[in-house]
């Protein structure tokens, strides 16, 4: 069966109950296998059978339900859109508040300033001034309130109420009620015949006044996306015909030779192919150190050149280069859902429906009491007005939206949503160690001569025997003589000694590398603290060999994977979190438990084979564990699908790994930290902004229904129900906005970005 997967922009929603409902109106097509909806990005993203449904149908249907939905926008569109929608709200947030500023006035000043009273009298009768009322409320709720009948009123058609629909009820039936005793009075009892003109606009420009800093807050969480496709060079310089032509970033084809210039910014992905620089790659990867690139090195699109200039052939284009990666991983991310909002989703649902039908309840039940038609109206437009759940649609995705882009600035992508519940519960976390904890590849640790011999020239002579060896310990030597640059001479009559080393004649010198075997064979004898240090070299996981020279023990070498830099800061990070970690990997015992005894690690799984280890993993879950599982996201692919969080260690330019949950670009381990901390924090956020929404409905509803007023008189006025409404969604909009500030380990609070 044909499945494909494509998003929808959507305008138009504004609680959690739109985002119950679009995907209500989606999931029901036929052909539609799911349809996932976040209220913070305003996108849907669906899985259908195009052979069933089109996009074109789906967002017709959602159109149809009372929202606006087109295949998903350009970036720049959809802020575009954004900045459209703030300059309505702010239009008719200053028509509201020119309106109710003399309309409050005019209502409750005479209460406020008796004298107040008798200069009105003295100008119009009070019917007069109820008319002026009326003629300053009916344009604040007919224009600007008119997008809450645009949007509640069809769903209140489709019987599918929201937030819009709970506000259309409260103040439209103020407004019908005021305006039937404006008219009428006689047909209300004396104590009825109040009128709520002034509840009306203070009412609409307060829920204005909350959405208008709710969207703009929103738009100060999506920062981080905007941040990166800035990144996005628009034009490159290229070579053509022996020269240089500029051309748009477009355009730019897999092989082309593009050309930067000192402080420029790289516009593709490639490899360098002649010049050499160092490259600022701190935006991709976190990195502060600028990075040496040469000849053969890969440079990322996006990252800009500090020194010199060079060229390189493009490798990856457009929505290929790690950058057009990087910004679906953080998109999908945020789009995406943990388990706790669907639930969510389907719970603001229920409140909607529980608000309508509370406020009936009390409607009947404050009239059979005998309390009149207006304080029966009162409960009910407070109701109505505290139950809207739109704290509970933004509580979950504003806080991912925030925690993806602040990971993603750290070079740490979040891939799934669900990361963050999941990362919640871990408490082990089993690290890989060759590549993860160390550089992954051989190189000379210790070098020490004899005395009397001369240091570089045992290593030199060293090199130039191993340089005919294609032994990876070999390869390490001569590496160290090349970066120290010593003359490595050539060697004559190599000759390996299978499990002993290696020897050759080097200048007409005799030279062996190798074991203390390999030593007894050529006569050469090892001094004992020469050996005593061999043996505690061994101990240390490392590999020693002894260097004889015209059979005269001539010096010691030590080769081993070095640690990482900031492993062990890493280990002790996590152990600061209350995690527990454990060593994989497929080294034998001895190295593995002297690494990990470096770096503090007490759990060691050494001499496991590559398949293996997600047999490992399960092992640990079965014995109840919940188990982040740390590797570099190639050969560790099982390993990372199986563990309840996979942390993929990448390298920059390798960021299309799809078995990790979480992606770390620089390859650094403090980071690993640094993301599962990011992650707890980001989810603590979650469950802080459920409990306020939560807590605010469950207590508020039934203070607003009037619960208290027979004990206490209390009764919340339709104005104060409004006004908590929208401060419950400010509170949890800039709850997340603080996790921009959020210290991760090992490193401080960061200030915000400019807004």
């Not at 600061?576 to 190295?591: I, S």
Request: proline share 5%; charged share 20%.
């Amino acid at each position: 069966m044909a499945e494909e997967r494509a998003e929808l922009s959507i305008e138009g929603m504004s609680c959690a109950s739109c985002v119950a409902r679009v995907e209500r109106i989606a999931g029901r097509l036929s052909g539609v296998h799911e349809a996932s909806v976040s209220l913070a990005t305003e996108r849907a993203t669906v899985r259908f059978d195009p052979a069933q449904v089109s996009l074109e149908s789906i967002a017709e249907a959602v159109t149809r339900g009372g929202f606006r939905a087109t295949p998903r926008k350009a970036d720049e569109e959809v802020a575009a859109g954004r900045d459209r929608e703030l300059a309505g709200l702010w239009r008719d947030l200053w028509i509201a508040v020119a309106l109710t500023i003399p309309l409050v006035g005019v209502a409750m000043g005479p209460m406020l300033f008796p004298a107040l009273e008798a200069a009105m009298a003295r100008l119009l009768p009070e019917q007069g001034w109820l008319w002026v009322e009326w003629l300053l409320a009916t344009p604040v709720l007919a224009w600007a309130g008119r997008r809450f009948f645009i949007h509640g009123l069809p769903a209140l058609r489709r019987l599918t109420p929201e937030m819009n629909t709970l506000v259309m009820l409260g103040t439209s039936a103020a407004w019908l009620y005021s305006t039937a005793v404006l008219l009428a009075p006689g047909l209300f009892p004396e104590e009825a015949r109040g009128v709520y003109f002034e509840a009306i606009g203070v009412i609409i420009t307060l829920v204005l006044v909350g959405r208008y800093l709710e969207l703009k807050s929103r738009g100060r969480a999506s920062q981080a996306i905007q941040r990166l496709l800035a990144l996005q060079v628009p034009t490159a310089r290229i070579q053509r015909d022996g020269g240089e032509v500029e051309v748009n970033v477009a355009d730019v084809q897999p092989g082309a030779r593009v050309v930067v210039r000192p402080g420029e910014r790289i516009p593709v992905d490639g490899e360098v192919v002649e010049g050499s620089s160092y490259v600022d790659e701190s935006m991709v990867t976190g990195e502060p150190v600028p990075a040496a690139r040469g000849v053969g090195d890969e440079v990322i699109g996006g990252t800009i050149n500090r020194t010199g200039a060079f060229v390189f052939a493009a490798t990856r284009v457009g929505g290929d280069t790690v950058l057009g990666q990087i910004v679906r991983m953080v998109e999908g991310a945020q789009a995406s859902k943990p388990p706790i909002q669907s639930l969510v989703d389907r719970i603001a649902g229920v409140v909607v429906w529980g608000a309508i039908a509370l406020a009936t309840a009390a409607v009947v039940g404050w009239t059979a009491l005998g309390f009149g038609v207006d304080h029966a109206l009162v409960v009910a437009a407070a109701v109505l007005l505290i139950a809207c759940p739109c704290a509970m649609g933004l509580a979950t995705p504003m806080a991912i939206m925030v925690g993806t882009g602040r990971g993603a600035e750290q070079g740490i992508l979040f891939r799934r949503g669900a990361a963050f519940q999941a990362t919640a519960g871990i408490d082990t976390v089993v690290l890989d160690k060759t590549g993860t904890l160390t550089e992954g590849r051989p190189a000379l640790t210790d070098w020490e001569p004899v005395a009397g011999f001369d240091g570089d020239a045992v290593l030199a002579d060293a090199a130039a025997v191993e340089a005919r060896s294609e032994h990876p310990l070999g390869e390490a030597i001569v590496a160290a003589a090349r970066e120290r640059s010593l003359p490595v001479p050539d060697a004559e009559d190599f000759e390996a000694v299978p499990g002993h080393g290696v020897q050759a004649r080097v200048d007409g010198r005799e030279v062996a590398v190798g074991s203390p075997r390999l030593m007894a064979r050529v006569g050469a004898t090892i001094p004992a603290a020469l050996s005593e240090r061999s043996e505690a070299l061994a101990r240390q996981g490392r590999t020693p060999m002894l260097v004889a020279i015209d059979g005269q023990a001539a010096g010691l070498l030590a080769v081993a994977d070095p640690l990482k830099e900031g492993a062990a800061a890493a280990i002790q990070a996590l152990h600061g979190l209350g995690l527990r970690t454990v060593m994989l990997t497929g080294d034998n015992r001895a190295t593995a438990e002297a690494v990990a005894a470096e770096l503090g690690i007490r759990e060691v799984r050494a001499e496991v084979l590559p398949a293996d280890k997600e047999a490992a993993i399960g092992e640990l879950q079965e014995a109840g564990r919940r188990v982040a599982f740390v590797g570099d996201g190639i050969n560790d692919a099982p390993a990372l699908a199986r563990a309840d969080v996979g942390v993929a260690v990448g390298t920059g330019t390798d960021v299309a790994i799809e078995a990790g949950d979480v992606v770390i670009m620089a390859g650094d381990p403090r980071s690993v930290a640094r993301g599962l901390a990011l992650a707890r924090q980001t989810f603590r956020t979650i469950r802080q902004n459920l409990f306020w929404a939560f807590v605010y409905n469950i207590t508020l509803m039934p203070v607003a229904a009037g619960a208290l007023y027979p004990f206490f008189g209390v009764l919340l006025s339709p104005m104060m129900a409004a006004a908590a409404m929208s401060l419950s969604s400010l509170l949890v909009v800039t709850n997340s906005l603080r996790l921009r500030r959020t210290a991760l380990p090992g490193r401080g609070p960061e200030p915000a970005a400019a807004t």
